[in-house]
């Protein structure tokens, strides 16, 4: 079995090339570098069986040889990166999603999309089902990545419905781990960070909106499962359990032994109260369940952030 993964060089796609290598199938890695990093797939050079080219996948896709599976991870995913980068976002959920479609296509591969829960906007069902059609504010500064989702999601549909192309898609909850960039804005990263410079952790609001974090090898092996006996269904992946960002701020500075303060500042726009996945049909479908309870998983993360220049 023969994979190509864009965006392999960001935090998740160097997870899950790491995850096909080991289950024994051959990877190919694009990337552009526009937010991922040589310094992820740094530990693969040499490895006979990963290759990697650097390419913008918005731009047409050619790959000698067969393919068994596209999985379309390439995008800025964290809101600092998608606010500093529009455009780019728009283009690589439309233009690159249609590029790795076509590939697909022409290669006979099963194709996955890794969407988000960011495609329920600010919801008004809680928690968030698969059969939720989202609050999404369209022309609000966080809809250059919600709808560039939106959008993936349904040129995957319509590929699969008009050209009978195998497809997955994947909405993707909070997720935190390893790789993560010391400043991509993100809250996991952002709290250990700052705790770890014993800088006051920023908290947006009152800290009362609520996240669910899930370990990046409970997603990894998510993804695998859906990938290799999933259906053509949207499917959830995240950790249900749920906790305010302030208990998440507290939680950091207990793990690092930090005696930051937290600061509240005022909450960005279009921000999202509330975000909890149903997952009933990963767990029905795929016999999926996340394993690894947070505070195990912030251990695993600050001690990478430890060994990282700050």
Known sequence: MRVLITGVAGFLGSHLADRFLAGGYDVVGMDNFITGSPDNIAHLTGNPRFTFFEHNVTNFIYVDGPLDGVLHFASPASPRDYLELPIQTLK??????????????AKKARFLLASTSEVYGDPAVHPQPESYWGNVNPVGPRGVYDEAKRFAEAMTMAYHRFHGLDTRIVRIFNTYGPRMRVRD????????????RHEPLTVYGEGDQTRSFT??????????????????????????????????????????????????EPLPEDDPRVRQPDIGRARKTLGWVPAVELEAGLVKTIAYFRAQPL
Not at 186 to 196: D, G, K, Y
């Open 215 to 264: 370990y990046v090898d409970d997603l990894v092996d998510g993804i695998v499962r859906l990938f290799e006996r999933g259906t053509s269904d949207p499917t959830n992946l995240g950790n249900p359990n749920e906790f305010t960002v302030l208990q998440l701020a507290q939680l950091v500075l207990k793990l690092t032994g930090s005696r930051s303060a937290i600061v509240k």
């Open 185 to 196: 804005g993100r809250v996991v990263s952002n709290f250990i960070v700052q705790a770890l």
């Open 92 to 105: 690589v959920g439309s233009l690159g999603t249609h590029k790795a479609l076509g590939l697909a296509k």
